[in-house]
């Protein structure tokens, strides 16, 4: 029976099966663990005789888990994060000298806005940390959160889940840009006159509510988006090249925008501003390492006022 093999247990073995069902190979988990491919045959071996089942069958690519597996993996990943991040509460934790990975995630426009600052100022403090970024779907942030896939999401609307450690890094305003040759910069922007343009509009999270066009809504207006992007590499080409207008954060301006390509002026209509959140899993909180980070993160972005929206 399951219940008295379990004392054959060890969490090496919880390990093997975590990275077996991550990289669906052997050869690849034994590369990921640093152990030979026999040390996991034969882990494999004992994972099998404990629960009485196969775990993993041969597939098309790799291998499969089979639905005993696929049952386990979750309570698997759970202990395994769980006593990472108790042990974590008592690790000796040196920024100078640790080579531990930051995993966050983030779009490409809070990886210029926040990671630019924040790595430099681990560079300013001589820090050895490593950071990856990897811009997670919104439906798989908060089990990265809960597994330690990622230490931290940064994202600019607050999320459906609750119960995870939150901070408001800064609110933005949003400005209207265009190529500094544009014919309707003649004349003031008005509500009318911008309206009547064609716009760009960048979002990455596209079921998430847009505070550009819900503003217009509420007004009971609609403006013309003829290009929609998902990220912000290509906005100055385009922007460049065409008569569009891009309704921005004034931050996005600064770091993608050149000043002497681009005008920014300001919108001919109320909206609240764009607000950058910080959010991570409050079991992590007593983590030198966490605390540590969201120390500096804190340093680079002292905490605004939160309140009512603003309005220009």
């Known amino acids: 029976m399951v219940?008295?093999?379990?004392?054959?247990?060890?969490?090496?073995?919880?390990?093997?099966?975590?990275a077996v069902y991550s990289e669906a190979s052997i050869t690849r988990a034994a590369e990921t663990l640093g152990v030979t491919q026999p040390a996991v045959s034969n882990s494999l071996a004992r994972l099998r005789d404990i629960f009485g089942d196969q775990l993993f069958v041969r597939a098309r690519q790799g291998i499969a888990p089979t639905p005993l597996a696929e049952t386990l993996i979750g309570p698997v990943r759970?202990?395994?994060?769980?006593?990472?991040?108790?042990?974590?509460?008592?690790?000796?934790?040196?920024?100078?000298?640790?080579?531990?990975?930051?995993?966050?995630?983030?779009?490409?426009?809070?990886?210029?806005?926040?990671?630019?600052?924040?790595?430099?100022?681990?560079?300013?403090?001589?820090?050895?940390?490593?950071?990856?970024?990897?811009?997670?779907?919104?439906?798989?942030?908060?089990p990265g959160l809960a597994s330690g896939e990622i230490d931290f999401a940064v994202e600019s609307h607050p999320l459906a889940e609750e119960g995870f450690g939150q901070r408001l890094l800064f609110s933005d305003e949003f400005v209207c840009v265009m190529r500094k040759d544009h014919p309707a910069l003649a004349q003031p922007l008005t509500?009318?006159?911008?309206?009547?343009?064609?716009?760009?509009?960048?979002?990455?999270?596209?079921?998430?509510?847009?505070?550009?066009?819900?503003?217009?809504?509420?007004?009971?207006?609609?403006?013309?988006?003829?290009?929609?992007l998902e990220h912000c590499l290509a906005a100055a080409a385009i922007l460049s090249r065409s008569d569009l207008c891009l309704t921005i954060p004034t931050s996005f301006v600064r770091h993608f925008l050149a000043a002497d390509a681009f005008v920014a002026v300001p919108r001919p209509f109320r909206m609240p501003p764009l607000q950058t959140w910080l959010y991570w899993h409050p079991s992590s909180e007593g983590s030198p390492a966490h605390d540590w980070v969201r120390q500096v993160l804190d340093d680079c972005f002292p905490r605004p006022e939160v309140g009512q929206d603003h309005f220009g």
Do not use: C
């Open 3 to 18: 219940l008295r093999n379990l004392a054959k247990l060890d969490l090496n073995l919880l390990h093997v099966f975590e």
């Open 191 to 228: 509500l009318e006159r911008y309206l009547a343009l064609k716009h760009l509009h960048i979002s990455n999270r596209p079921r998430v509510a847009n505070l550009v066009d819900g503003a217009l809504a509420r007004l009971k207006l609609k403006r013309q988006v003829a290009v929609h």
């Open 78 to 142: 759970e202990a395994l994060t769980a006593l990472d991040r108790t042990l974590a509460r008592h690790e000796r934790f040196d920024p100078l000298a640790s080579e531990r990975i930051l995993s966050f995630s983030m779009s490409d426009y809070a990886e210029a806005i926040v990671l630019g600052p924040f790595v430099g100022e681990l560079n300013r403090l001589g820090s050895t940390l490593i950071v990856r970024n990897r811009f997670l779907a919104e439906r798989d942030l908060f």
